[in-house]
Structures are given as structure tokens and as C-alpha cells.
């Protein structure tokens, strides 16, 4: 009996350099997709939004599937996704602003924390000030 190895070891070798192009192209999209939002202006400096990034991916393909076609709803949900959480102070005396959003201040430091409840609509403006700083303006709907 004569069993023929070359063909099954040619159909290895060329599933090997299938998904070794593979890797590549999937290695390739990430550093060229990726590295913007990891990396500060192609330098090895991190990205101090990093955090709002990653935590705003899962927000941004929901919204994508919740709202195919208005950009606008899209982008308003990935923002909201973005914003900076803290730990929540405990003793603070929080004013209701609108419903699912409240404000205290710190009494040590004197900022403001507002509180926002999961679940509430928001819609995300930039305004430009008069010192030229773009800021994000978040209004509860």
C-alpha cells in the first residue's frame, strides 16, 4: 500500500501562509485603526482618553445597531459613553437639576460633581469659549 504524504502536507503548508496573511491583514487594521485612538499624534505617548475610548466601543456598535441610519443619535450615545466617570463621594447632598441628573460640591476641593443616572438621554453639543477651548456640553432630554 502506497499512501501519498505530499498532498496532505501541501494542503498544511498552504493553510499555514492562509492564516499567516490573515494574522498580518487583522495585525495591519489594528495598528492602522487602532493606534490613533491609543497613541498621542504617532508618538509613544499615551492617549489620555484611552479609557473614554475603550469604554465607549461596546456604546458605539449598540448605536450603530439601535440607529443605523441617524448619525446624529449615534454620535450622541457614543459621547455620553465617553464621559469621565469619578468614584462617588459619599456625604454629599446631591439637587435634583432634571430627572436622572443631580449636582453637589465637593466640600473640600469646591468642584462641581454632577451625578448622572444610568439609563438617561443625553444630547452632546460643543460650544467654543471665548478663550478658544471647544468644551463638551451635555444636556439631559
Given at each position: 500500500?502506497?499512501?501519498?504524504?505530499?498532498?496532505?502536507?501541501t494542503?498544511?503548508?498552504?493553510?499555514?501562509?492562509?492564516?499567516?496573511?490573515?494574522?498580518?491583514?487583522?495585525?495591519?487594521?489594528?495598528a492602522?485603526?487602532?493606534?490613533?485612538h491609543?497613541?498621542?499624534?504617532?508618538?509613544?505617548q499615551?492617549?489620555?482618553?484611552?479609557?473614554?475610548?475603550?469604554?465607549?466601543?461596546?456604546?458605539?456598535?449598540?448605536?450603530?445597531?439601535?440607529n443605523?441610519?441617524?448619525?446624529?443619535?449615534?454620535?450622541?450615545?457614543?459621547?455620553?459613553?465617553?464621559?469621565?466617570?469619578v468614584?462617588?463621594?459619599?456625604?454629599?447632598?446631591?439637587?435634583?437639576?432634571?430627572?436622572?441628573?443631580?449636582?453637589?460640591?465637593?466640600?473640600?476641593?469646591?468642584?462641581?460633581?454632577?451625578?448622572?443616572?444610568?439609563?438617561?438621554?443625553?444630547?452632546?453639543?460643543?460650544?467654543?469659549?471665548?478663550?478658544?477651548?471647544?468644551?463638551?456640553?451635555?444636556?439631559?432630554?
Amino acid at each position: 500500500m502506497y499512501y501519498d504524504y505530499t498532498t496532505t502536507t501541501t494542503n498544511m503548508n498552504r493553510y499555514k501562509r492562509i492564516m499567516i496573511v490573515v494574522g498580518m491583514a487583522i495585525a495591519f487594521i489594528f495598528a492602522s485603526y487602532g493606534s490613533p485612538h491609543v497613541f498621542v499624534a504617532n508618538t509613544p505617548q499615551l492617549n489620555p482618553n484611552l479609557a473614554g475610548n475603550l469604554r465607549a466601543i461596546p456604546a458605539s456598535v449598540m448605536a450603530f445597531i439601535q440607529n443605523p441610519t441617524d448619525s446624529d443619535a449615534r454620535n450622541n450615545i457614543v459621547q455620553t459613553a465617553k464621559i469621565q466617570q469619578v468614584k462617588s463621594v459619599e456625604g454629599l447632598n446631591y439637587t435634583p437639576i432634571k430627572t436622572g441628573v443631580y449636582a453637589a460640591e465637593h466640600p473640600e476641593t469646591g468642584k462641581t460633581i454632577v451625578r448622572i443616572d444610568k439609563g438617561t438621554q443625553l444630547q452632546v453639543h460643543s460650544v467654543t469659549l471665548s478663550d478658544g477651548r471647544v468644551v463638551k456640553v451635555y444636556i439631559p432630554l
